[in-house]
């Protein structure tokens, strides 16, 4: 059993914190935020995750998980000190904000009395490890004590976040002090991971380029996508006859409106900033940035294309988080997606299973006016005479939904399925006029006079010729 303190209660720091407990040792999570931890200490999380808060609970009771906002408290007696808060997008150009791993750096610092390995998950700018550990030599309040640094950077993702920490792919290491990092990996050791151990620098690179990997990747099969609307090739099918090769694999060849969510756009950004700023000219990266930024504005031409003018036509968007199974908004295409909707004059019905709370904030952050947005309470209220309709998160409660019944409730049968979660031929024998991403246009005829849309007639079933019974 070890005892360790976990600073920042955010997504990473609650997960590694509990998850750390739930191994057997002694953890301690501070958040300088007081609402935050009486509230876990009532046991209400500040995030969603499935499994998480019973963990949370479980461990709490057992009195192995404890919640302060005192560092002093925190950092007594412990062997190991994770620096989980978060790396934010600071300046203009794409950098990586310190800010907060620099002040948790510093509050370290000015409490420790004793021997610690000070380990960061917090994503950071490459040297960083170094920034810390400088920043706690000139804070240390007393001179006798040392400590170490390791780099440990996490790979959780929202919704599988226990899993990932507990059946890891990989665990990483980096330290000028290899004592330190082998230290580290034996608390990991019941894990049984492969364990990469290597210096600061590599460690915290591998971060970086494992999500600007997987990036690309999204963005390479987005791009596809298009190749095969054009083409008239179905992209859903190239990918799985592309990831039967070992070397592809059918993992994140989901085309669809591309990644958003807390680390992946912030990580492509830092990392080409980095590169940037070495005199590098990242192309590669900015492409995946850029594609990934069209790929929101397909739903637009879509239903321009279908619609004519969006003014005074009523839009229902279905899923509003990041991605399934997360309340989270951050970098969400639903955002710019219903703000592009509405600054065209258009109405837009939404729905999502948990993030309408989350949804609704980070709307208002991005200027959208509310009176333009109808908060639902499912899916077939949504639809309730749209003009259109896009599903923009594939959360599973979509993917089963009577369709039928969708129709019949829609003023017309417009289908954008933002995440091709949709059988085309199906759609189309319903008499949806079903457009997808990269899966070509179907056979139906299905491009709508241009024109101001409030204009036309209602699709009667009778304009499309694939309408079955
Ligand atoms: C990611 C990384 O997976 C994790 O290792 C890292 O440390 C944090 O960032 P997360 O942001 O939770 O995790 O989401 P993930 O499941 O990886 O998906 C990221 C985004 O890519 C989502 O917006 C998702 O919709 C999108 N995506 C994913 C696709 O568009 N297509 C795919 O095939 C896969």
Redesign the pocket.
């Known amino acids: 059993m070890s005892v360790i303190c976990v600073i920042g209660t955010g997504y990473v720091g609650l997960v590694t914190g509990t998850c750390l407990a739930d191994m057997g040792n002694q953890v301690t999570c501070v958040d300088i935020v007081a609402e935050k931890i009486e509230k876990l200490k009532k046991g209400i999380l500040p995030i969603y995750e499935p499994g998480l808060e019973e963990m949370v609970h479980r461990n709490y009771q057992a009195g192995r998980l404890h919640f302060t906002t005192s560092y002093s408290e925190g950092l007594a007696a412990s062997d190991f000190i994770f620096i989980a808060v978060n790396t934010p997008t600071g300046n203009g150009q794409g950098g990586a904000d310190m800010r907060y791993v620099e002040s948790a750096a510093r509050s370290i610092a000015e409490e420790l009395d004793h021997y610690a390995i000070i380990i960061n998950k917090s994503t950071v700018p490459v040297g960083s490890g170094d920034v810390v550990s400088r920043v706690i030599h000139n804070n240390l309040k007393r001179s006798d004590i040392t400590f170490a640094v390791v780099s440990n950077p996490?790979?959780?993702?929202?919704?599988s976040a226990l899993l990932d920490f507990q059946q890891p792919d990989r665990i990483v290491l980096g330290s000028s002090d290899p004592e330190a990092a082998y230290t580290v990996a034996r608390l990991y050791m019941p894990l049984r991971a492969p364990i990469v151990t290597t210096d600061l620098y590599t460690a915290e690179m591998i971060k970086y380029a494992?999500?600007a990997f997987?990036a690309t990747k999204?963005s390479f099969?987005n791009e596809i996508a298009q190749i095969c609307e054009r083409l008239g090739a179905d992209v859903k099918e190239v990918a799985v006859g592309m990831g039967y090769d070992k070397r592809i694999g059918h993992?994140?060849?989901?085309a669809?409106?591309?990644?958003?969510?807390?680390?992946?756009p912030k990580d492509v950004r830092a990392l080409a900033h980095m590169a940037d700023e070495a005199g590098l000219h990242p192309q590669l990266l900015h492409a995946v940035m850029e594609i990934n930024h069209d790929q929101r504005r397909l739903v637009i031409s879509k239903l321009t294309s279908i619609l004519g003018s969006l003014r005074g036509t009523t839009i229902g968007v279905l899923g509003l988080a990041?991605?399934p199974n997360t309340d989270d908004m951050r970098e969400a295409p639903a955002v710019d997606i219903i703000r592009w909707i509405t600054s065209q004059g258009a109405h837009v019905r939404v729905y999502d299973p948990v993030a309408s709370e989350t949804g609704r904030e980070a709307l208002v952050r991005e200027g959208v006016r509310l009176d333009s947005v109808t908060f639902c309470e499912n899916a077939y209220s949504v639809a309730e005479q749209t003009d259109a309709l896009v599903i923009v998160t594939e959360w599973n409660e979509f993917k089963s939904l009577n369709m039928q019944h969708v129709r019949s409730l829609m003023h017309r049968p417009v289908l954008i399925d933002g995440r091709n979660i949709y059988d085309g031929s199906e759609m189309h024998r319903l008499g949806f006029i079903y457009r997808a991403m990269g899966r070509g246009t179907g056979p139906a005829p299905t491009i709508l006079p241009a024109g101001d849309s409030t204009a036309l007639p209602a699709l009667q079933p009778t304009l499309d010729l694939n309408i079955g019974d």
């Open positions: 996490e790979f959780l993702r929202e919704g494992s999500n997987l999204i099969i993992a994140f060849l989901n669809g409106l591309g990644y958003g969510g807390s680390c992946f990041f991605k």
